[in-house]
C-alpha cells in the first residue's frame, strides 16, 4: 500500500521559513512524478513544486519560483520543500502527491513537469502552514 505523511508545517511570520518533509512508504514505481500542492479556505487545490526522479528536473509555480525549493533524500524516500521569505498568501494546506508515470508537456521548446492534480495519483493527508503578517 503506497503512502505519503506530510510533516513540518506550523505557524509561521511574514518573511520566516519553514521545511516540509513527506516520506513515501511501499511505492515501486521508477521515473515517476512527486511534488507538492496547496489549497487555501475555499481555493483550488493548485501545483506549487514538482521533481521528476528520472533525473531530478524541478518544476515551480511562478507565485513561489525563487522562494520555494523541492528536493528528495532518494536513499530515506523522503521529499522536502524548503519554503523561505514567506508571505500570508502562501497560507494553506500543503499536501505531498505523487504519480505513477511523469506527465510532462512541452511548453516553448522545453517539457515542464505537470502540476495538474489530476495527473497525481497518491496524495498524503497534508500538512498546515499558517503566514501570519
Known amino acids: 500500500e503506497v503512502q505519503l505523511v506530510e510533516s513540518g508545517g506550523g505557524s509561521v511570520q511574514a518573511g520566516g521559513s519553514l521545511r516540509l518533509s513527506c516520506t513515501v512508504y511501499?511505492?515501486?514505481?521508477?521515473?515517476?512524478?512527486i511534488g507538492w500542492f496547496r489549497q487555501a479556505p475555499g481555493k483550488d487545490r493548485e501545483g506549487v513544486a514538482g521533481i521528476y526522479t528520472a533525473d531530478n528536473s524541478t518544476y515551480y509555480a511562478n507565485s513561489v519560483k525563487g522562494r520555494f525549493t523541492i528536493s528528495r533524500d532518494n536513499a530515506k524516500s523522503t521529499l522536502f520543500l524548503q519554503m523561505n521569505s514567506l508571505k500570508p498568501e502562501d497560507t494553506a494546506m500543503y499536501y505531498c502527491?505523487?504519480?505513477?508515470?511523469?506527465?510532462?508537456?512541452?511548453?516553448?521548446?522545453?517539457?515542464?513537469?505537470?502540476?495538474?492534480?489530476?495527473?497525481?495519483?497518491?496524495w498524503g493527508q497534508g500538512t498546515q502552514v499558517t503566514v501570519s503578517s
Open positions: 502527491a505523487a504519480s505513477r508515470s511523469c506527465v510532462r508537456r512541452l511548453t516553448a521548446g522545453t517539457f515542464l513537469i505537470s502540476l495538474e492534480k489530476a495527473d497525481f495519483t497518491y
Open positions: 511501499g511505492y515501486t514505481y521508477s521515473n515517476y512524478c
